[in-house]
């Protein structure tokens, strides 16, 4: 059974900055793609930022520029730097594993921004 840990998520001030960190166990497989969705209060999840497995990466227009999607060195492992961080990006954040029709999700982590 796949299963995703995610870790990185607190309270930081605006402007602040947080690294997310997701690792993946349970599979052999390297995912055909990782990414990052976030969930507010009363809100739809919504994309974040994905990365394939050839390093091709997409943003949100809400957080391009200012968060930036990446590969570990370990298979099957992915982080997320998010500067420059505001209140609306106060969520809790997913991590999610891509494989062909197999989609698995992360428990999440609770990233609050606030003064």
């Known amino acids: 059974q796949v299963q995703l840990s995610e870790s990185g998520g607190g309270l930081v001030q605006p402007g602040g900055s947080l690294r997310l960190s997701c690792a993946v166990s349970?599979?052999?497989?390297?995912?055909?793609?990782m990414g990052w969705y976030r969930q507010a209060p009363g809100k739809q999840r919504e994309l974040c930022a994905t990365?394939?497995?050839?390093?091709?990466?997409n943003y949100a227009d809400s957080v391009k520029g200012r968060f930036t999607i990446s590969r570990g060195n370990a298979k099957n492992t992915v982080y997320l730097q998010m500067n420059s961080l505001k209140p609306e990006d106060t969520a809790v954040y997913y991590c999610?594993?891509?494989?062909?029709?197999?989609?698995?999700w992360g428990q999440g982590t609770q990233v609050d921004v606030s003064s």
């Open positions: 349970g599979t052999i497989f390297t995912a055909e793609a």
């Open positions: 990365i394939t497995r050839g390093g091709s990466t």
């Open positions: 999610n594993y891509h494989l062909g029709t197999y989609d698995s």
